[in-house]
């Protein structure tokens, strides 16, 4: 592997920190979803590396990171970046913001995915709250999208 590859990886880590740090808790209900974001970018620009196999393994070391039973974000992770990854195609036809819009129904299905399955397992109820990081990953996308892009460009992945 190229020292070039290993942007992907940084950024997949990078995401994960800014997944976890800390913030006072009026701003952390509208943590946006960086994973889930990430990964939207890179399965769009190269699906024959950024697939459903890193979205489960980055959402397992999202559950070590927050502490949630094990599996429940490799679950919503994977099955957003399948639903991602099977439309690529016709998504990356699309303009910026018109992807925002599906970033945004991709991370509502995550939250919804996430939340079904910790209603299953423990006695949580759904809050209006608990989507309010849809809209401000639909905010970052444009900027995560074109930082990414910039670097993918300038480090010449393929």
């Not at 942007?7 to 740090?21: K, T």
């Not at 209603?119 to 309010?132: A, C, K, N, S």
Request: charged fraction near 10%; charge should be positive.
């Amino acid at each position: 592997m190229s020292k070039r590859h290993y942007a992907i990886i940084l950024s997949i880590l990078a995401s994960l920190v800014l997944q976890i740090m800390p913030l006072p808790m009026q701003v952390d209900l509208y943590r946006p979803d960086w994973i889930l974001v990430v990964l939207a970018y890179w399965a769009m620009a190269l699906p024959h590396r950024v697939n459903v196999g890193v979205a489960f393994l980055s959402g397992l070391a999202m559950d070590i990171l927050l502490g949630t039973t094990l599996g429940i974000h490799s679950l919503g992770l994977s099955i957003s970046i399948y639903i991602l990854a099977a439309n690529y195609q016709r998504l990356r036809n699309y303009s910026v913001w018109q992807q925002a819009i599906i970033i945004g129904l991709l991370s509502s299905f995550y939250h919804l995915i996430t939340f079904w399955v910790q209603h299953l397992l423990t006695d949580i109820y759904f809050q209006v709250d608990y989507l309010l990081p849809v809209v401000t990953s639909m905010a970052i996308w444009p900027w995560v999208f074109w930082m990414l892009r910039k670097i993918r460009r300038q480090l010449s992945i393929n």
